[in-house]
């Protein structure tokens, strides 16, 4: 399983973000994204990616994914997502934390899986 950050300016683009994560990524959210305070996020994102961040977020989550990490990251660089995205790996410190923090998160509201729709067709 793959952690991901989502740093976005507002939540249509976080929620386009996911959907274009799940469509056009092909990678499976597990469970529902958890909101993350935003200014944490941009730190994190900083520590990761080892330089100031451009622009501020106003809304971030954590999601996780049931692809591998490396899957992840490979499926992510072909999409041009509306928001950041960042695949936390486990060799990142941050990790951990994360990880530990991720069930006490407020979940996102307005997010639902379109891969979780029942088939019609199928009876």
Known sequence: MALILIRAEDQGKLLNTLADIERHAGLKVAGKP????????DEIAAKILRQEVRSKSDIAVLVRVEDD???????????HPPAHVIVISEEYGEFKALEETFHGLTYLKGYYSHKDK???NLK
């Open 118 to 120: 029942p088939n019609k």
């Open 69 to 79: 990490t490396t899957k992840s990251i490979v499926h992510i660089r072909k999409i």
């Open 34 to 41: 958890r909101i993350i305070d935003s200014r944490k996020a």
